[in-house]
């Protein structure tokens, strides 16, 4: 069944057909709001509100995009709105505890990296470095980055999921890929 077929039957509320669309798009959908995220259960519930914004908001699609640039584009949004609501709460929350926490109270970290091979512990450590970069880029350098280098789009569907245009999305690749390169280049020397 094709895109347009299916947009069409869920208009008219078919839910087997809404159920297809869920299967055929989920794994995109998460992967998206994962690679900003970067929580598994943030994400399952984040992409849950994108199909039932979707069920309820498919009248809108106006099929001048991809259906998947469609639920890209949602992702994305829902996403770095779950970030920027949660970045408040992570400080207000922070703040209590700082100024509400025993200074006494010690607490016990399991050690789990004590059967780790030394190959284990180092891809460990790389990958970390990898996700602080990332996560130090501008906000729309590590979009763009993210969805050219983790989720395969390319700069053209990128350009259209972020409302920018083509040379726009090839700057902020660009400059992303300078900024990581300054980022790990330093990390790698030392």
Not at 86 to 91: A, G, L, V
Not at 96 to 104: G, L, T, V, Y
Not at 149 to 154: A, G, I, M, R, T
């Amino acid at each position: 069944m094709s895109d347009a077929e299916l947009i069409q039957r869920i208009i008219s509320h078919d839910e087997v057909a809404f159920k297809i669309l869920v299967e055929k798009y989920q794994s995109l959908v998460y992967q998206a709001c994962y690679n900003l995220l970067r929580s598994k259960d943030d994400s399952e519930d984040i992409a849950q509100d994108v199909f039932i914004e979707v069920f309820e908001s498919v009248n809108q699609f106006r099929q001048e995009s991809r259906l998947s640039t469609w639920l890209y584009r949602i992702a994305i949004n829902k996403s770095l709105n779950h970030l920027r609501k949660n970045k408040w709460k992570k400080f207000f929350n922070s703040i209590e505890q700082h100024f509400s926490m025993d200074k006494n109270v010690k607490f016990d970290i399991e050690d789990t990296s004590a059967n780790d091979t030394p190959e284990t512990i180092e891809y460990k450590e790389r990958t970390k470095v990898l996700y602080e970069a990332l996560d130090a880029l501008p906000k729309n350098q590590r979009i763009a980055f993210s969805m050219h280098k983790f989720d395969e789009l390319s700069y053209l569907e990128i350009s259209n999921v972020m409302n920018l245009s083509l040379s726009s999305v090839e700057s902020l690749i660009h400059r992303a890929k300078l900024n990581l390169q300054k980022k790990l280049i330093f990390y790698y020397k030392n």
